[in-house]
């Protein structure tokens, strides 16, 4: 493990592909965990753009889409497809550990948001 902040999710055997599950209690928003293609992914539960829950969106494919005026974010990388909104979400590492899932937070470097960090792309 790297020196990342991590936080016990659980058991998350029952989340099936294409489904979600939101962590409110986590960082300043909540975490949202979206299972795609067998892989659990975890994005900070708050749109860029419409300061709004993304877990009350849309999960298509690799696709989270915020409720409220559309743009999209993937959950691999938390990169967004475009305006409105104007910059990606924390996207966190989640991984198994002893059956339990483990979301890890990228450390967080505000003076160049494009920094490549452990692997995660920054985009806050």
């Known amino acids: 493990m790297t020196d990342s902040e991590s936080y016990n999710l659980g058991n998350l ?5 294409g489904e979600m599950r939101v962590f409110e209690d986590i960082d300043d928003y909540g975490i949202v965990v979206c299972k795609v293609k067998g892989e659990l992914y975890g994005l900070e ?3 860029s753009h419409a300061d709004t829950p993304l877990s009350e969106g849309r999960l298509r494919g690799f696709q989270l889409t915020c409720p409220l005026h559309g743009t999209s974010f993937d959950v691999r990388s938390g990169t967004h497809s475009g305006p409105p909104a104007y910059e990606g979400v924390t996207c966190y590492k989640v991984e198994i ?3 339990v899932a ?3 937070r990228p450390k967080s470097d ?3 948001s494009s920094d490549n960090v452990d692997g995660f792309f920054q985009t806050r």
């Open 102 to 104: 483990v979301a890890l």
């Open 110 to 112: 505000k003076s160049n």
């Open 97 to 99: 550990e002893d059956g």
């Open 13 to 17: 055997d029952d989340l099936e592909d």
């Open 45 to 47: 539960d708050n749109c």
